[in-house]
């Protein structure tokens, strides 16, 4: 059995075994027995192209779904700290969303959250100065 570190190669000629060092790039090693060179590559854990666009899939869904909860704890009285983390987790969500979609060639969605990314700050903070106005009212 291989140490944490190290990878079991095998000669394609003659069939010997030998422990080595796991590199971290293509290397070449010259079998003892049979003088024959094996190629060893890193071993890396690739993701194949379904699982890729799986995760891109779902990853979205579950950062608009964390932002639309936010969205609708939003509308109990909050500190004003509260609102601006939402504008930063909306615009983060809505421009992570769109670069999913430009990969997976959605381009009216494209659009539709870079929209939302980039005018969602400035309809907050109106929303925000119009009620801060409205609640903290200056004395006479």
Not at 34 to 45: A, F, G, S, T
Request: charge should be positive; hydrophobic fraction near 45%.
């Amino acid at each position: 059995m291989p140490k944490n570190n190290t990878t079991i190669v095998k000669c394609k000629s003659c069939g010997q075994k030998y422990e080595i060092e796991t590199p971290q790039k293509e290397k070449r090693y010259r079998c003892k027995k049979c003088n024959e060179i094996i190629l060893v590559k890193p071993y890396i854990i690739e993701l194949t192209e379904d699982d890729q666009v799986k995760t891109m899939k779902i990853l979205p869904k579950v950062l608009r779904l964390i932002s639309v909860i936010l969205l609708f704890w939003a509308l109990a009285r909050h500190p004003y700290v509260y609102y601006q983390i939402l504008r930063f987790v909306i615009c983060g969500t809505a421009l992570y969303t769109a670069f999913i979609a430009m990969h997976l060639k959605k381009q009216f969605w494209i659009w539709l959250f870079c929209v939302i990314a980039g005018g969602w700050p400035v309809y907050v903070t109106k929303l925000i100065k119009y009620r801060v106005a409205r609640v903290f009212r200056p004395c006479r």
